[in-house]
C-alpha cells in the first residue's frame, strides 16, 4: 500500500500536446524536492511509473513527462525507431515545458533530474541546457559533446556498467575527461554490470545489488543537493 497521490499534467510543448504521469507523497511535510524522471527508450512505461512511485517513498514528487506523447514501443526495433525518430530539441523542449507546467500546478520546487538509458542521455543533456534544474543523475546515457557538456553547472552522479556495449568505458571515460578539463562537479559511479541493469523487468540483464545500491546512492545525492 503505497501512500501516494497519481496526477496527470497535460501541457503544450513546440511540437504538439503531451502529458506527464505525476506521483505525489502524501506523507511528505515539504512537498519542495522532485525529480523529472526520463523514460528508456520503450516510452513511458509501468516500470518508469513504478520508479515514480519508489521516488514519493523516499518523499520525492516525481514527474515522468511522456516524450513520445502517448506512444510505447512493443520489442526493441519499435523502440530504436522511436527513439531515433524523437529530434534531442524536440524532447528537451517536452522536459522544459514539463517542468514549467509543474511549477505552474504545485508551487516552488527544486528540481533533480534522472533517467535511464534514453532518459540518461536526456537527464544529462538537459543538465546542461535546462533552466531550473538543481541535480542530475543520469544512468547508462550518451554523453553530449564537449561544447555542451562545458555549460554543466549542476552536480551529476553518472551511473554506468561496465559490461555496457553501448554506453562503453571509453564513453564514460570522454565524460571523465571533460569533468576534469572544465571543473564539473561530476561523480561517475560504475558497477560491474550491463547496459539497464537497474530495470527489474529485464531479468537478462537486472543486477540486484547494483540497482540497490545505486538507488541508495542517487537517493543519497538528490537528498542532499534539492
Known amino acids: 500500500t503505497r ?3 497519481i496526477e496527470t499534467l497535460s501541457f503544450e510543448t513546440a511540437n504538439g500536446k503531451t502529458t506527464a504521469y505525476v506521483a505525489i507523497p502524501e506523507a511528505a511535510s515539504k512537498k519542495n524536492k ?8 520503450w516510452g513511458l512505461n509501468d516500470h518508469i511509473k513504478d520508479i515514480a512511485g519508489l521516488y514519493t ?28 525518430n524523437l529530434a534531442i530539441e524536440d524532447g528537451l523542449d517536452t522536459i522544459k515545458n ?10 516552488n520546487l527544486r528540481f533533480g533530474i534522472s533517467g535511464y538509458c534514453m532518459g540518461g542521455t536526456y537527464a544529462l543533456r538537459a543538465a546542461c541546457e535546462i533552466e531550473g534544474i538543481s541535480a542530475a543523475a543520469p544512468f547508462y546515457g550518451d554523453i553530449p559533446a564537449e561544447d555542451v557538456l562545458q555549460n554543466l553547472k549542476v552536480p551529476v552522479i553518472f551511473i554506468s556498467g561496465t559490461k555496457d556495449e553501448w554506453i562503453n568505458t ?3 571515460s570522454e565524460l ?12 561517475s559511479v560504475k558497477y560491474d554490470a550491463d ?10 540483464v537486472y543486477d540486484e545489488d547494483a540497482a540497490k545500491d545505486a538507488w541508495q546512492k542517487v537517493i543519497g545525492f538528490f537528498n542532499k543537493k534539492l
Open 57 to 84: 517513498k523516499e518523499g520525492f514528487v516525481a514527474i515522468a513527462p511522456d516524450l513520445y506523447r502517448g506512444k510505447l514501443a512493443t520489442n526493441p526495433e519499435e523502440a530504436a525507431e522511436m527513439m531515433a
Open 34 to 41: 522532485a525529480v523529472i524522471l526520463i523514460q528508456e527508450w
Open 170 to 172: 571509453e564513453k564514460v
Open 195 to 204: 547496459h539497464a541493469f537497474f530495470n527489474n523487468t529485464r531479468p537478462e
Open 98 to 107: 514539463a517542468i514549467a507546467k509543474t511549477r505552474e500546478t504545485y508551487g
Open 3 to 5: 501512500i501516494m497521490k
Open 176 to 187: 571523465e575527461s571533460a569533468a576534469a578539463k572544465y571543473n564539473l562537479s561530476v561523480d
